[in-house]
């Protein structure tokens, strides 16, 4: 190992953390541990006219955009939610077997809908109203709009998978692939509504909480 | 894997489980590897007859082998035939040689890609090698708000939502079979004009299924409607001892 | 506004971002927008021997750490999933011959796809159905996603790693290689697709918890 791996282990570290790092953690990932405050030093000293600077709180270093810009930009950070399992339930539905009335929903779903997923579904955009059934009550039809396929970048809905299709491509198979679908399976039986909407940062996807040894 | 069956050890243990390949052009593939040569100078009657003596001896240890490894098996018989048979002969549209250049052309594609796989995943990959990073701190942030799921979420979603009703359809197949005190009561009432006089039980419920199981449910919904017609008056009911028939007759 | 501003504006979003960014977002946040090119590319350069990288990977840039430096920082891995043979030959196929049906993809693998690697691929995210072929039955036809491109570092489908050898070789013909084989077995092994999904000990993934779009 050389010094110079040593400083690129660090901006690495800094950077993928993205918080500050505690002096004692960094000093475990490199070679000559004797030169780490060197070495910090070095590279603040080597960003210090980037829009990344390099900056020490405490006993702890981190890597933040400069304080020069700052009023230069503003970052819109993406906030994703998701959508909840009764309206993407509801949406996959609608999907498949549109124009269809909210009781066709019902039927297919086996449970009683609240008004929130098809509320939603359309405040998101990716449902409308179109037309009536033509039976007693004459119920509003529910079909996607341009918006869905381009969110689920699908050109048109003969694209769907048909229930062949999903079969053969091992959709239909019992053995969950990843927990979170199990989780649906497991969830079933849950009431309609009660489950909390996600909310997930999408920055967030991809930085682990604590690096971990 | 393959090195454990050479001609020599033919009295060792046959241990190796076809499990291990991904089908037959798979297991022909490692076979072809063996005749150490390039893929494009394979001697596919030898490739057949190595093929060929796998599958006999796999089948001799192992009773269950999957159709596909028989069905190519066959096909390469085949083909070694038409590879012995003189040259001139006319049979159907491919020749030998194209069939020989066909298997070649499959064994090397399918190595080919097999070679690039190993090479895609070795590359840097994000989250195993490389990482995004970077931080917000001392930035103004707006934050843009957006509902989001994928069509994996999608397709899973309505995926689950056929198997659900696949299932339910299946239980009601079953349960329709068995027959319910409801469809006794209704049966039973429909009799009341012929049994006046004092009747066997079991002289008056239906024939006999041929599963044990219907005809136990036949039995003893049967009783069941009895004994409540009887609690309502409709019936009478007689024993003379333990375990001996059971008559019934209408209560005028 | 000067052209060192825009510089350092493009390397704090970058950096804030912690995603790859479209090029046509990073346009708008700089003064000199027709430089933006040459910026990246600067940017790219002054950074090339340091632990952070900049990379472009179809029409979006990224920071991320070095490749040089991949085995000291495994204390980032997250939680790893293994990806079967089947699924990264699958991968394979679908990346070098797309658009490509699922019958096509098992001409090649000889075999039948049983279970497992599409839905798989989808879920991780690398694949998307991307519409339907115009013959009989009209299958379903599928493609790589961005995100298959971001997480393997490739620019664009035609960097693919000996795509020209490949073709040069005529292995990206999807024409079922031997008519006779494929139809005899097509006709007798739908009774059989209990083909195990083998694991490979050397050859691990690393599946993000929550696949994006």
Redesign the interface.
């Known amino acids: 190992m050389s010094e110079q791996k040593d400083t690129k282990i660090l901006e690495a570290i800094l950077f993928a953390s993205g918080e500050p790092v505690l002096e004692d953690d960094l000093k475990q990932k490199i070679s000559f541990k004797n030169n780490l405050i060197q070495y910090l030093e070095n590279i603040q000293d080597s960003y210090k006219n980037s829009g990344i600077n390099l900056v020490k709180t405490g006993n702890k270093w981190s890597f933040r955009t400069s304080e020069d810009i700052k009023n230069d930009l503003t970052i819109f950070k993406k906030q994703k939610r998701k959508l909840s399992r009764a309206a993407l339930e509801t949406l996959a539905i609608i999907a498949y077997q549109q124009p269809i009335t909210r009781s066709e929903i019902e039927n297919i779903r086996g449970v009683q809908m609240g008004r929130g997923s098809i509320d939603h579904l359309m405040e998101i955009g990716w449902i409308k109203p179109s037309g009536r059934k033509n039976i007693p009550g004459k119920p509003v039809l529910w079909i996607t709009t341009d918006m869905f396929l381009e969110h689920f970048g699908i050109n048109n809905l003969a694209d769907l998978p048909n229930k062949n299709e999903l079969k053969a491509s091992g959709f239909l198979e019992k053995r969950s692939a990843i927990a979170k679908i199990t989780d649906m399976v497991s969830g079933e039986n849950d009431a309609e509504n009660d489950q909390k909407e996600e909310e997930i940062e999408s920055l967030e996807d991809f930085i682990p909480e604590t690096p971990k040894n | 894997m393959l090195s454990e069956m050479g001609e020599n050890n033919s009295n060792n243990q046959f241990n190796i489980s076809l ?2 390949f ?5 297991l022909l593939l490692e076979l072809a590897k063996k005749q150490k040569v390039d893929l494009s100078q394979v001697s596919i009657l030898k490739l057949a007859e190595q093929y060929i003596a796998f599958i006999n001896k796999y089948q001799e240890i192992h009773l269950e082998i ?3 490894y028989l ?2 098996a ?2 390469l018989t085949y083909l070694k035939s038409r590879l012995l048979l003189p040259k001139d002969e006319k049979t159907d549209d ?1 020749t030998p040689e194209e ?1 020989e250049e ?2 070649k ?2 064994l ?3 190595e ?10 070795a ?43 696949e299932k ?1 359809t299946q239980l009601t197949i079953t349960f329709s079979e068995l027959y319910s005190v409801d469809q006794a009561l209704e049966r039973l009432k429909n009799l009341f004009g012929t049994i006046i006089e004092w009747t066997s039980f079991l002289n008056l419920i239906p024939k006999f299924s041929s599963k044990k199981i219907i005809n136990k449910s036949i039995v003893s919904s049967n009783f069941v409607a009895t004994l409540e017609l009887t609690k309502n008056g409709y019936l009478e009911l007689k024993q003379n001892d333990t375990f001996e028939q059971i008559y019934i007759r209408a209560k005028e």
């Open positions: 499990d291990s991904e089908g037959p052009i798979d999957a159709a596909d069905v190519m066959a096909w491919y069939l066909a298997l052309y499959q090397q594609r399918l080919a890609f097999k070679k690039v796989s190993h090479e895609l995943y590359r840097s990959l994000i989250d195993r090698d490389v990482f995004y990073g970077g931080s917000l701190d001392g930035l103004n942030v707006k934050l843009d708000i957006s509902y989001s799921a994928n069509l994996f979420d999608l397709l899973k979603s309505y995926s689950l939502n056929l198997i659900k009703n339910s």
